[in-house]
Nanobody, 130 residues
């Protein structure tokens, strides 16, 4: 499994940015995977931002609800994160992540997603200026 992020960069506070992740390898869409975005701010720990199941059920961290939108295109094998009205506290390295459910039938809760991730991309940086 290979995950490759793109779309990071610098954006002013209140602006928008779209991140994309191209994934490849054995990744069926038979409810076997939970895909998501995780971020890590400088000096901070990795935190889940948004996750989506193969069936399209999405969940978000409280800090980004109503601002960020995660989508998945299983045909093109891409995962996207649309970030709107970004704030300086959104500055972080953003990672595409994949959790192989291995018999579980739903994504882990947002607070547990990071510990369940099996595959990571190399990250794309996002810097929000005030």
């Amino acid at each position: 499994v290979h995950l490759a992020e793109s779309g990071g960069g610098s954006v002013p506070s209140g602006g928008s940015l779209k991140l994309s992740c191209a994934y490849s390898g054995y990744m069926s869409n038979d409810n076997e995977w939970c895909m998501g975005w995780v971020r890590q701010a400088p000096g901070g720990e990795r935190e889940g931002v948004a996750i989506i199941s193969d069936s399209g059920i999405a969940d978000y961290a409280d800090s980004v609800k109503g601002l960020f939108t995660i989508t998945q295109d299983n045909t093109r094998k891409t995962l996207n994160l649309e970030m709107n009205n970004v704030k300086p506290e959104d500055t972080a390295m953003y990672y595409c992540a994949a959790d192989y459910l291995q018999g579980r039938y739903a994504c882990a809760p947002m607070r547990s997603f990071v510990s369940e991730v099996d595959y990571w991309g190399s990250g794309t940086p996002v810097t929000v200026s005030s």
